[in-house]
């Protein structure tokens, strides 16, 4: 007897909100209209309200491969892109606590059979140099990232990190949100995460397709897909309301994947009332003993920024992350269509800030493309118009989920996310910059502050610069 599952974006089980089924249907419905020009114009007319596309609209936009109409694409991801998140690029880094795993995935050189890789573990005293030499960067926003391992990474041990990173004050620098990536978990441990105060908790998907899903995910407990996939929901039963989501682009088709990503956002909004913070685009690179060729998904540049500017369109109130995976090139093509969040001066090893790995001892997860230190990179943003933003306000003023969204929404969150931006540049460049960043940074900071459109809160922000030039700290909207 053959079962059929029927989608249902406001189920709890993985099955039915990521519906193989429905997938395949937006596949083909997507190749069969990509050259449909009203339909086209319509799904187009509609992105431009900026409430964002269902994910069927978006996969045709996605397929489609008339160059004129590609160029509305970009064109829309560029102007949604300016409204919702002006020129401020947000800024924050990984720390790797341990690359100890029990699982088998087969793209990431962490993988348990993995017998030559150097496993590694940070100590508490080692996270308080690490974070001291991240604080000494300039940073103020991590990512934590470790393996699944109950015996080496128990939840009390991501605990004990979570409460030592933001522990550690040194100078003036401080770790003011700290955004967790592990393994999925249960309920009673969201909650424990909630309560130790994290901002995001993050879990990419890798792959939405469950043959492929279980296939590269052979041992080792994350082979459960329903649990995997159902993990966002039991964050947000949790208490946890920032989920950040994300697929490993190269495992499996790409359009298979982008239809997943939006579908798991419908999913979130329909339950939650709100759908993800964040979603990352990595794409399967080099490390260890993985080969990125052994993957014959790999996608092209072209396809990778277009798949930006679709998810631009159809998620604009969601925040988009690229990591150090990518090349300063290929940042800068995606940066203006639709990335806000990127990583700077990122080890991708476990420790590695306060005493770079020798090569030969490398416990990497992932070969890293854009090797630049963070002050190159703020300096860089700069020059192109970029406001590097080291914000963490909203998660600290109690801004998060439905609270945040409801703001975004209205485009109030313009009025802090600007003058927030400007006010922790400040504090970069008075502690942590190279002079020529200073200079430049100075320069920007003073022609932005007339992008503040009210009076008083101008007024504030210029008094505040100066407060820190003298020497005060963190302030916000
Ligand atoms: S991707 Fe995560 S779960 Fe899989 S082997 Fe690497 S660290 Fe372990
Ligand atoms: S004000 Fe909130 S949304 Fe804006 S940059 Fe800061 S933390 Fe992000």
Known sequence: MV??????????????????????????????????????KEILEKAKQKKGLSHKDAAVLLDCDIPSVNQEIYALAEQIKKDFYGNRIVMFAPLYLSNYCVNGCLYCPYHMKNKHIPRKKLTQEEIVKEVTALQDMGHKRLAIEAGEDPVNNPIEYILDCIHTIYSVHHKNGDIRRVNVNIAATTVENYRKLKEA????????????NRKSYERLHPTGPKHDYNYHTEAMDRAMEGGIDDVGIGALFGLELYRYEFTGLLMHAEHLEAVHGVGPHTISVPRVRRADDIDPDAFDNGISDDTFA??????????PYTGMIISTRESKACRERVLHLGISQISGGSRTSVGGYYEPEPEEESSAQFDVSDNRTLDEVVHWLMELGYIPSFCTACYREGRTGDRFMSLCKSGQIQNCCHPNALMTLKEYLEDYAAPDTVRIGNELIERELDGIPNEKVRGIVVENLKKIEEGSRDFRF
Not at 8 to 30: C, K, W
Not at 201 to 206: K, S
């Open 3 to 40: 079962i059929f599952i029927m989608y249902n974006p406001n189920s709890l089980r993985a099955e039915e909100f990521i519906n193989d089924e429905e997938i395949v249907r937006t596949l083909s419905y997507a190749e069969e209209n990509k050259r449909n020009i009203p339909l086209l």
């Open 197 to 208: 105060g994290i901002g995001t908790y993050i879990l990419f998907q890798e792959t939405y």
């Open 306 to 315: 277009k798949i930006v500017a679709c998810l631009r369109i159809a998620v």
